[in-house]
């Protein structure tokens, strides 16, 4: 059984956060993105076609301590490309934050098992 936590930890309370996970893996997938006051999704998908979506949507922050949990139980073990951002003004000013994800599940290493873009932004709309 393999599972990974992703700590987020630029993402603040009161940011404007999006999500997108998609999986085109053969095994089953469990993702869950949850903070100290709540959890946004929690969903499982298994098949090797990417659509639908595991899980897409939006929320304000409510808590702290945001973690992103990827279970994968039939596989040993999970390797992850992350990839953090800021989101800049022209300026420079930092308006937000990104996240893309990449998971292997087996030994193929081409890093398409799972895929996870979370953005957040200081302001709504």
Same mark, same amino acid.
């Given at each position: 059984m393999a599972q990974k936590t992703f700590t987020i930890d630029s993402f603040p309370q009161g940011y404007y956060m999006s999500w997108f996970v998609t999986t085109q893996a053969a095994y089953s997938v469990t993702a869950t993105l949850?903070?100290? +006051?709540?959890?946004?999704? =929690? %969903?499982? /998908?298994?098949?090797? #076609? $990417?659509?639908?979506?595991?899980?897409?949507?939006? +929320?304000?922050?409510?808590? =702290? %301590?945001? /973690?992103?949990?990827? #279970? $994968?139980?039939?596989?040993?073990?999970?390797?992850? +490309?992350?990839?953090?951002?800021?989101?800049?003004?022209?300026?420079?000013a930092i308006v937000g934050y990104g996240y893309n994800i990449c998971i292997e599940d087996s030994g193929d290493k081409d890093y398409n098992d799972v895929a996870i873009s979370l953005v957040a932004w200081r302001n709504k709309g």
């Amino acid at each position: 059984m393999a599972q990974k936590t992703f700590t987020i930890d630029s993402f603040p309370q009161g940011y404007y956060m999006s999500w997108f996970v998609t999986t085109q893996a053969a095994y089953s997938v469990t993702a869950t993105l949850s903070d100290s +006051s709540q959890q946004y999704f =929690s %969903n499982t /998908k298994t098949s090797t #076609n $990417i659509q639908p979506p595991l899980a897409q949507g939006a +929320s304000l922050i409510q808590g =702290s %301590n945001l /973690k992103l949990l990827v #279970n $994968i139980p039939q596989s040993s073990s999970l390797d992850s +490309s992350i990839n953090t951002y800021a989101i800049t003004t022209d300026t420079g000013a930092i308006v937000g934050y990104g996240y893309n994800i990449c998971i292997e599940d087996s030994g193929d290493k081409d890093y398409n098992d799972v895929a996870i873009s979370l953005v957040a932004w200081r302001n709504k709309g």
